[in-house]
């Protein structure tokens, strides 16, 4: 018999999509996939080229447990040319992918019953995370009218003797939103330490985002490698951490995950200090899509408030279709063989809402789009044929 806590953590929604579209692709369906968050494109050469050369030398053992140091210290430099913070390469540690160092950070934080506040909606599986170590988070429902914007003052309310940090990620997933500046600056001021999840920088449109190390250096940073250099699949991540919580990390690093994959830190050392002529591209070819996405969302009826100016994503108003994003994304991937994100995945916050992955292909986002206005058209969804449990925290989302 499973465990209480491998029982009582819900399922990612949107992997469960993933899977559903695989099967119906294995019976000679064409999906389209707008559901991963999960860039399309190959992850640069020079990067490529790093990790066989460190194959080549043999570069394939255990590293340091908190990563190589040319890396750490490729990493503080970036922070100081970017951010213009101070960061020490002994503040760095280098994880397996920013979910591990999130969940290495939350470990280094909370002790049962330690409180966590984020926003409703979030990134689906922050509120997992903290309840999986004993934690409690405590949501902040956001609204798609101030661009999902987390408010300082409707955080001082939530506010508790339990309260040990507060987790921000801008820009966003699931919302691809930007966090206003003067936004971070009060947070940073509330007191609690602040995990700042960054992810998705350098994959923004026409605005600067900010590190929260701006604000403060109570805080934690999330970051990696995944999205801006198309390496989801070379799991490299790090953390940068307040002086007095490394070593605590580091010994969680040491019993749980021993270090980062060797090969994969001299790539991403790489990422770091050579120039990629392919991310300007990536760039420009996500903004094209980006601006299509919307437009074409909008035109079909979906609420999309305020335009996401980061990562690749768009948290679209689908309420006036159906009130259960659940059963319309499958019965539009069931139907129409376009597979979409529900945004109950994200929070209670969401439900109604879709997200859409632009991750994808100019061509195959139009072809979504218009089998999805096919889709709509027809008379009234026809709901069924999901899969398992669709459970996601209860407690998601009260305010």
Same mark, same amino acid.
Not at 10 to 34: C, N, T, W, Y
Not at 117 to 135: D, E, K, M, Q, W
Not at 156 to 166: E, H, K, M, N, V
């Given at each position: 018999? %499973? /465990?209480?806590?491998?029982?009582? #953590?819900?399922?990612?929604?949107?992997?469960?999509?993933?899977?559903?579209?695989?099967?119906?692709?294995?019976?000679?369906?064409?999906?389209?996939?707008?559901?991963?968050?999960?860039?399309?494109?190959?992850?640069?050469?020079?990067?490529?080229?790093?990790?066989?050369?460190? #194959?080549?030398?043999?570069?394939?053992?255990?590293?340091?447990?908190?990563?190589?140091?040319?890396?750490?210290?490729?990493?503080?430099? !970036? +922070? &100081?040319?970017? +951010?213009?913070?101070?960061?020490?390469?002994? &503040?760095?540690?280098?994880?397996?992918?920013?979910?591990?160092?999130?969940?290495?950070?939350?470990?280094?934080?909370?002790?049962?019953?330690?409180?966590?506040?984020?926003?409703?909606?979030?990134? %689906?599986?922050?509120?997992?995370?903290?309840?999986?170590?004993?934690?409690?988070?405590? /949501?902040?429902?956001?609204?798609?009218?101030?661009?999902?914007?987390?408010?300082?003052?409707?955080?001082?309310?939530?506010?508790?003797?339990?309260?040990?940090?507060?987790?921000?990620?801008?820009?966003?997933?699931?919302?691809?939103?930007?966090?206003?500046?003067?936004?971070?600056?009060?947070? %940073?001021?509330?007191?609690?330490?602040?995990?700042?999840?960054?992810?998705? !920088?350098?994959?923004?449109?026409?605005?600067?985002?900010?590190?929260?190390?701006?604000?403060?250096?109570?805080?934690?940073?999330?970051?990696?490698?995944?999205?801006?250099?198309?390496?989801?699949?070379?799991?490299?991540?790090?953390?940068?951490?307040?002086?007095?919580?490394?070593?605590?990390?580091?010994?969680?690093? &040491?019993?749980?995950?021993?270090?980062?994959? $060797?090969?994969?830190?001299?790539?991403?050392?790489?990422?770091?200090?050579?120039?990629?002529?392919? #991310?300007?591209?990536?760039?420009?070819?996500?903004?094209?899509?980006?601006?299509?996405?919307?437009?074409?969302?909008?035109?079909?009826?979906?609420?999309?408030?305020?335009?996401?100016?980061?990562?690749?994503?768009?948290?679209?108003?689908?309420?006036?279709?159906?009130?259960?994003?659940?059963?319309?994304?499958?019965?539009?991937?069931?139907?129409?063989?376009?597979?979409?994100?529900?945004?109950?995945?994200?929070?209670?916050?969401?439900?109604?809402?879709?997200?859409?992955?632009?991750?994808? /292909?100019?061509?195959? #986002?139009?072809?979504?789009?218009?089998?999805?206005?096919?889709?709509?058209?027809?008379?009234?969804?026809?709901?069924?044929?999901?899969?398992?449990?669709?459970?996601?925290? $209860?407690?998601?989302?009260?305010?």
């Amino acid at each position: 018999m %499973a /465990s209480i806590r491998s029982n009582s #953590i819900p399922p990612f929604i949107v992997m469960d999509v993933l899977e559903k579209a695989q099967e119906l692709e294995r019976s000679g369906a064409q999906v389209i996939h707008l559901e991963i968050g999960e860039p399309d494109f190959d992850t640069p050469h020079k990067i490529t080229e790093a990790a066989i050369a460190a #194959i080549q030398q043999g570069k394939t053992h255990y590293t340091h447990s908190l990563g190589i140091l040319p890396l750490r210290e490729a990493i503080a430099e !970036h +922070y &100081q040319k970017r +951010y213009s913070v101070s960061v020490s390469p002994d &503040q760095v540690i280098v994880a397996m992918g920013t979910s591990n160092a999130l969940l290495l950070t939350l470990c280094s934080l909370l002790d049962p019953g330690d409180q966590v506040i984020l926003s409703n909606p979030c990134y %689906a599986c922050y509120p997992n995370f903290v309840r999986y170590i004993g934690g409690e988070p405590v /949501s902040i429902t956001v609204h798609a009218e101030q661009g999902f914007a987390l408010e300082p003052a409707a955080i001082r309310q939530r506010l508790s003797p339990r309260t040990r940090a507060i987790l921000i990620n801008s820009p966003s997933n699931p919302t691809g939103n930007l966090l206003p500046p003067d936004h971070m600056r009060q947070i %940073a001021e509330l007191g609690p330490y602040v995990i700042s999840d960054e992810i998705y !920088h350098g994959l923004v449109y026409g605005e600067r985002e900010h590190s929260i190390l701006e604000f403060t250096d109570h805080a934690f940073v999330l970051n990696g490698f995944s999205k801006l250099y198309a390496m989801t699949g070379w799991r490299l991540g790090y953390i940068i951490a307040p002086k007095e919580l490394v070593r605590p990390i580091q010994k969680s690093q &040491q019993n749980l995950f021993i270090c980062a994959s $060797s090969v994969s830190q001299w790539a991403g050392l790489a990422a770091l200090t050579m120039e990629h002529p392919e #991310i300007p591209r990536m760039l420009a070819t996500y903004d094209e899509r980006r601006k299509f996405t919307i437009k074409s969302l909008r035109e079909l009826g979906m609420g999309v408030a305020v335009e996401p100016t980061g990562a690749f994503y768009v948290l679209a108003d689908a309420r006036r279709f159906s009130s259960d994003s659940y059963e319309l994304a499958f019965d539009l991937l069931n139907r129409a063989h376009v597979a979409v994100a529900p945004g109950i995945d994200f929070g209670s916050n969401a439900e109604g809402f879709l997200r859409f992955s632009y991750a994808n /292909s100019l061509e195959n #986002i139009a072809e979504g789009m218009r089998r999805l206005k096919e889709y709509l058209a027809r008379p009234s969804p026809q709901f069924g044929n999901t899969p398992g449990s669709r459970t996601k925290g $209860s407690d998601v989302g009260k305010s």
